[in-house]
């Protein structure tokens, strides 16, 4: 899923975005499509827009998708773990 969603969210839909929208609503507008995604669970879309929202700032940052992957994947290794645990 992190290869993905980050593929789809930060490598395509963003720079798109980010070039017609401008940076903030660009960032804006996919940070919250990026929640909405996962909207499944209404209690999940503000925390997975926050993880949305640092991970287009790391794409920003670096200019590459291999740290938000790797962001995306932490995170949802953290999130099973804590499944598992309780």
């Known amino acids: 899923a992190p290869l993905l ?4 969210f930060r490598g395509y839909m963003l720079p798109i975005m980010m070039r ?5 609503t660009g960032i804006a507008v996919n940070v919250v499509l990026f ?5 499944s ?5 503000l925390p997975t827009a ?3 929202l640092v991970a287009c700032l790391l794409w920003e940052k670096t ?3 291999t740290v938000p992957v790797i962001f995306h994947m932490v995170n ?5 773990t ?3 645990l309780y």
């Open 5 to 8: 969603e980050e593929g789809m």
């Open 20 to 24: 017609v929208m401008g940076r903030k």
């Open 35 to 39: 929640g909405l995604m996962h909207a």
């Open 41 to 45: 669970d209404a209690w999940a879309v």
């Open 50 to 52: 926050i993880i949305g």
């Open 63 to 65: 200019n590459s998708l």
């Open 76 to 80: 949802n290794f953290c999130a099973m």
């Open 82 to 84: 804590l499944l598992w």
